[in-house]
């Protein structure tokens, strides 16, 4: 063996060895979201992390439900997958779970893909299958914000947006003022997607009549980003498969409040998720022995969506307890705290100051101050906190006793 060789050769077992040592046997995490500063380093001073070193503080951090972590249940399950090839058909996991996700949503159909917006992208191309087609949805919706355009930049086909109302839905009048005639110098319209729930609402069951009723009477097809979609099922009650009975493709995500690693479901029709499959090679989705991670899927759905009404009640708690206070300028819309998000408004003071001082620890020995709250500033006035279900009632109160002694300091009226 020469030299060469011998170093490939070492390098490979190298690598063998790291893998079985770590990831197959999957070992436990060092704390859960309740950890010791000196494991955090992100969007926070130096002073700040020495100050919360020394007073020995825990993060509790509520920026997003992609946060979750797989449970030692789904670990099991991951290290335990029947495999096969996936590409050809063949893994054995991944058609265990696809079917599961089209008989929950009463599709014919099912396609594991890698993420949300890989879901959303195969739908849109999938829909709009002629070039120069158009697409609606809403301006906060996550096609729109947050997946870099790509309708346009990889299926060609324009995105038209309309204003959301305060409750999530947009006016289905403007949507129809929208839609194009057969005049060959416009667009086609084809699609209109919606996002369910959307920063946290559920959307009204009888827009969603409305509007299944206008794409009927319009021959639009319709797609519901479905990405917490089991949260509005819990919230309303209403079974998901009859939420999205009038819609031709939804997508639900596996990775945010149901915790497993990675992945998204489309479902639709046979023909859809057939087209689906094709699209999904070509955008690099097709994956191989993939029902190591199908597996964890399958255990988030029978495990965590039982328990999704827990964080949508630790939600409700937070916002009360902000609310209680009668601070002139912090409130949560109770009108819209349907789920597990908790937009809190901000009228007198920034976003970024209030996010910033929640990961502050003050020197001083007041316990309600001894948490480090992590939160996202989504504008200058738009502060928001997400639950999942690593966050147990015991942080949910160091939350709360955090997020008043902070409103308290910042509000001058409750601090006189």
Same mark, same amino acid.
């Given at each position: 063996?020469?030299?060469?060789?011998?170093?490939?050769?070492?390098? +490979?077992?190298?690598?063998?060895?790291?893998?079985?040592?770590?990831?197959?046997?999957?070992?436990?995490?060092?704390?859960?979201?309740?950890?010791?500063?000196?494991?955090?380093?992100?969007?926070?001073?130096?002073?700040?992390?020495?100050?919360?070193?020394?007073?020995?503080?825990?993060?509790?951090?509520?920026?997003?439900?992609?946060?979750?972590? &797989?449970?030692?249940?789904?670990?099991?399950?991951?290290?335990?997958?029947?495999?096969?090839?996936?590409?050809?058909?063949?893994?054995? !996991?991944?058609?265990?779970?696809?079917?599961?996700?089209?008989?929950?949503?009463?599709?014919?159909?099912?396609?594991?893909?890698?993420?949300?917006?890989?879901?959303?992208?195969?739908?849109?191309?999938?829909? %709009?299958?002629?070039?120069?087609?158009?697409?609606? %949805?809403?301006?906060?919706?996550?096609?729109?914000?947050?997946?870099?355009?790509?309708?346009?930049?990889?299926?060609?086909?324009?995105?038209?947006?309309?204003?959301?109302?305060?409750?999530?839905?947009?006016?289905?009048?403007?949507?129809?003022?929208?839609?194009?005639?057969?005049?060959?110098?416009?667009?086609?319209?084809?699609?209109?997607?919606?996002?369910?729930?959307?920063?946290?609402? @559920?959307?009204?069951?009888?827009?969603?009549?409305?509007?299944?009723?206008?794409?009927?009477?319009?021959?639009?097809?319709? +797609?519901?980003?479905?990405?917490?979609?089991?949260?509005?099922?819990?919230?309303?009650?209403?079974?998901?498969?009859?939420?999205?009975?009038?819609?031709?493709?939804?997508?639900?995500?596996?990775?945010?409040?149901?915790?497993?690693?990675?992945?998204?479901?489309? %479902?639709?029709?046979?023909?859809?998720?057939?087209?689906?499959?094709?699209?999904?090679?070509?955008?690099?989705?097709?994956?191989?022995?993939?029902?190591?991670?199908?597996?964890?899927?399958?255990?988030?759905?029978?495990?965590?969506? &039982?328990?999704?009404?827990?964080?949508?009640?630790?939600?409700?708690?937070?916002?009360?307890?902000?609310?209680?206070?009668?601070?002139?300028?912090?409130?949560?819309?109770?009108? !819209?705290?349907?789920?597990?998000?908790?937009?809190?408004?901000?009228?007198? %003071?920034?976003?970024?100051?209030?996010?910033?001082?929640?990961?502050?620890?003050?020197?001083?020995?007041?316990?309600?101050?001894?948490?480090?709250?992590?939160?996202?500033?989504?504008?200058?006035?738009?502060?928001?906190?997400?639950?999942?279900?690593?966050?147990?009632?015991?942080?949910?109160?160091?939350?709360?006793?955090?997020?008043?002694?902070?409103?308290?300091?910042?509000?001058? @009226?409750?601090?006189?």
């Amino acid at each position: 063996m020469t030299t060469m060789m011998y170093a490939v050769h070492t390098c +490979h077992i190298a690598v063998i060895v790291l893998l079985k040592n770590s990831w197959l046997r999957f070992p436990k995490r060092s704390g859960l979201i309740a950890r010791k500063m000196s494991s955090y380093g992100v969007g926070i001073s130096e002073e700040t992390r020495s100050y919360a070193t020394a007073k020995n503080a825990v993060i509790i951090d509520l920026r997003s439900d992609t946060l979750t972590k &797989p449970s030692e249940a789904m670990k099991m399950a991951m290290y335990n997958a029947d495999l096969g090839d996936d590409v050809y058909g063949e893994d054995p !996991t991944v058609k265990k779970l696809e079917k599961k996700a089209a008989d929950l949503l009463g599709k014919e159909a099912a396609v594991f893909v890698t993420s949300g917006t890989m879901g959303n992208l195969i739908a849109i191309m999938n829909h %709009c299958d002629v070039r120069g087609s158009e697409a609606y %949805c809403g301006e906060e919706s996550h096609t729109n914000l947050h997946e870099q355009g790509g309708a346009a930049q990889l299926g060609g086909v324009t995105l038209s947006t309309l204003p959301n109302e305060s409750n999530g839905t947009f006016d289905l009048k403007k949507l129809e003022s929208k839609l194009r005639s057969d005049r060959l110098h416009e667009p086609i319209s084809k699609l209109v997607i919606v996002e369910n729930t959307i920063n946290g609402k @559920v959307l009204p069951q009888s827009w969603i009549d409305d509007l299944v009723i206008l794409a009927k009477k319009r021959n639009l097809k319709l +797609h519901m980003d479905g990405a917490r979609l089991w949260n509005a099922s819990v919230a309303s009650g209403i079974p998901a498969k009859d939420i999205v009975s009038g819609f031709d493709s939804v997508t639900f995500c596996l990775s945010k409040g149901l915790g497993a690693p990675v992945g998204s479901l489309l %479902c639709g029709s046979k023909s859809f998720v057939e087209r689906a499959r094709r699209i999904r090679k070509v955008l690099g989705g097709g994956m191989r022995q993939v029902g190591v991670l199908a597996a964890a899927g399958l255990v988030a759905i029978d495990e965590v969506i &039982p328990i999704l009404k827990d964080d949508h009640r630790r939600a409700a708690s937070i916002m009360t307890a902000i609310n209680e206070m009668k601070s002139r300028i912090f409130s949560v819309d109770s009108k !819209t705290t349907h789920t597990n998000m908790v937009m809190v408004t901000l009228n007198g %003071c920034s976003a970024k100051k209030f996010a910033e001082r929640l990961q502050l620890v003050a020197d001083d020995d007041n316990d309600d101050d001894k948490a480090i709250v992590k939160s996202l500033a989504l504008n200058e006035s738009l502060v928001r906190f997400v639950l999942y279900h690593e966050i147990n009632d015991e942080l949910l109160n160091s939350v709360i006793r955090k997020v008043r002694y902070v409103i308290k300091e910042l509000d001058p @009226v409750l601090n006189s």
